[in-house]
């Protein structure tokens, strides 16, 4: 049965068209990814189906009735509920306050909160989707990012006004996930799909769709060009519709050997949240970091950056004593550093694109380092817009208005506009699409053939173990170890994740 159909879907925003013809079906017990490069209108097509974007032309029929959804209110009475990478908590409150959020409190005598109804609805919705271990009271800050994402599913189930859930949108719901946490996510919409609910996954993590998605909708330039069964095309068919190119699925091979000169000296690194972290990067290397959720990867990266306070920090770059303290100062030392949070840590949202790319070389685009030179500005702009694939209407566009892995880009180009002698990247494909991903591949390859060292952290174990040299391995915020990645599985990673120490 057709739970949801949407056809001859336009938008277009100030005369550049988003969508031009869109269409899409999903039908009662399936999962349904929807896939696309960045810009591909992914994004304004769950806009509409959300409420909160008012489309050109289209025409949305739930269960063969037309309907109308003119506002977030609208389609939650149509039984759509929305998940999306980007995690919309309140830290502060409860799990059971946040699973209520947006929803009428349950009342006593119509006047007092009921606080045994709210903790008793909250432990059903996780039971329903079988999901224990969460307590309703509970502080949201205390629970990893994979459990948080569980108590947002969990919240759509939460009955209100009008319809109860039955179309469930997830975007990009695994791009902060360790593997386990997504193991727990595909648990959940199992259950979903289960229970007759048709869920519309929007992912770039080709394994996960391949893995378990029933059918396919593949978008380009605002179009659907084709919608297939999973089981009836293959990785390189979907790369080719979504691109209209054949794009290596391989990661770019070394094509210079390692440089011998020791670009940066870790010594005795010690924070409230790393210890024991030592270690020697050499120039042109690239270090990957990897562990379970919560074991200090990110870390790592933000007190080499400055970003954290050390109670011991002995550092050597290039062979020199580090003394920059802070991140300006980092930058200015030849850093540069991509953060796992581009929302909350990497973006000026309510600036254009130019301005963000260029905010920490503002000395190399000014005249005398007094006066800025914006044609000079949006000539770097242009430039590192083009290495990176940025799709968007015009360079003066607010990063606010950019799709989650085109506002990816503009940090990860800011990172490389300086030539960095040291890259920091934390999850630097985080909602990238698998076309412009390559293309940050071959800008990290070609930035490590000419000298670059780079420490990446990323939960993605095929791409530390197809574009690193060696892996750092961190357990409960200590080095555990340091690999070479050559001839590693995914499972001998794994092994050296949940190993007892000798």
Wanted: proline share 4%; net charge positive.
């Amino acid at each position: 049965m057709t739970l949801l159909s949407i056809s001859s879907a336009a938008k277009a925003y100030a005369g550049v068209p988003a969508l031009s013809d869109a269409s899409l079906e999903l039908a009662a017990g399936e999962v349904h990814a929807l896939m696309g490069e960045n810009g591909a209108g992914k994004s304004t097509l769950i806009k509409i189906l959300a409420g909160v974007v008012q489309p050109d032309r289209c025409t949305v029929a739930i269960e063969r009735k037309e309907a109308r959804i003119d506002s977030p209110q609208a389609a939650y009475r149509h039984g759509l509920r929305f998940i999306h990478q980007e995690l919309n908590v309140v830290p502060q409150l409860s799990v059971a306050e946040n699973i209520f959020l947006g929803q009428p409190y349950p009342r006593r005598f119509g006047v007092l909160v009921d606080w045994k109804a709210i903790n008793r609805r909250a432990l059903g919705a996780l039971a329903r989707l079988k999901i224990s271990g969460i307590r309703p009271h509970r502080k949201m800050a205390r629970l990893s990012t994979g459990d948080q994402m569980l108590v947002r599913i969990a919240s759509t189930l939460v009955s209100g006004e009008g319809d109860a859930a039955r179309i469930f949108v997830m975007d990009e719901p695994t791009a902060a996930l360790t593997g386990e946490e997504s193991e727990r996510l595909f648990a959940v919409i199992g259950e979903l799909r289960a229970a007759g609910c048709a869920v519309l996954y929007v992912s770039h993590r080709m394994d996960e769709v391949m893995r378990i998605s029933d059918r396919i909708t593949v978008m380009r330039d605002g179009r659907t060009v084709a919608t297939m069964a999973t089981t009836a095309t293959t990785k390189k068919e979907i790369i080719r519709l979504m691109t209209g190119r054949d794009v290596a699925e391989a990661y770019p091979p070394r094509t210079t050997p390692l440089g011998e000169a020791i670009a940066l000296d870790v010594r005795r690194l010690e924070t409230s949240q790393v210890s024991g972290v030592s270690f020697k990067l050499r120039s042109g290397e690239i270090l990957g970091v990897a562990g379970l959720a919560n074991a200090g990867q990110s870390e790592l990266l933000r007190a080499i950056i400055g970003a954290d306070a050390s109670e011991v920090r002995d550092i050597a770059l290039a062979g020199a004593p580090l003394r920059a303290s802070h991140p300006a100062a980092a930058w200015r030392s030849g850093f540069a550093y991509v953060p796992r949070e581009r929302r909350r840590e990497g973006l000026m949202l309510s600036r254009s694109i130019t301005d963000n790319v260029t905010l920490p070389h503002l000395a190399e685009t000014s005249l005398l380092e007094a006066f800025l030179d914006r044609r000079r500005e949006r000539a770097l702009a242009e430039e590192l817009g083009r290495q990176v694939r940025l799709k968007a209407a015009r360079l003066s566009q607010l990063c606010r208005q950019l799709s989650g892995g085109n506002q990816q880009k503009v940090v990860f180009a800011r990172a490389i506009a300086g030539k960095p002698s040291i890259l920091l990247l934390d999850e630097p494909t985080r909602g990238v699409d698998v076309g412009a991903r390559f293309d940050i591949y071959m800008l990290i390859r070609e930035l490590s053939a000419s000298g670059t060292a780079v420490l990446m952290s990323s939960s993605d174990l095929p791409e530390l173990i197809g574009l690193c040299d060696r892996i750092l391995i961190m357990r409960d915020g200590r080095q555990h170890a340091i690999v070479p990645a050559a001839g590693l599985g995914e499972a001998d990673l794994l092994h050296l994740f949940y190993e007892e120490r000798a």
